[in-house]
């Protein structure tokens, strides 16, 4: 599920997700036109490669908020909501 997620979107230093680091804690939520909407909030590590001292990757927490859209089917459409 995180790679369906616009986590590089709200990436700083480089892009990559560490897929196992990805906490959603839900922020809200609400009925709209027949379907949902929820805000979340997205918890994960990005993996910044190559800027240490012994040019290792090493993790930097990082924090974002999505929208989730759900239609009357039930398809999920995520957005990173602005900070």
Known sequence: ?????P??????EGG??????????????QEIDGGAEAVVGVLFQEIVGGCS????????P???RLRLRLDGEGTPQWSL???
């Open 62 to 64: 990082r924090w974002c």
């Open 16 to 29: 990559r997700i560490d897929p196992g680091s990805v906490q959603l804690s839900l922020l809200s939520m």
């Open 53 to 60: 001292c012994g040019d290792e990757p090493y993790a930097s």
């Open 1 to 5: 599920m995180p790679e369906e997620l």
């Open 7 to 12: 986590l590089a979107d709200a990436t700083r």
């Open 81 to 83: 909501l602005p900070d």
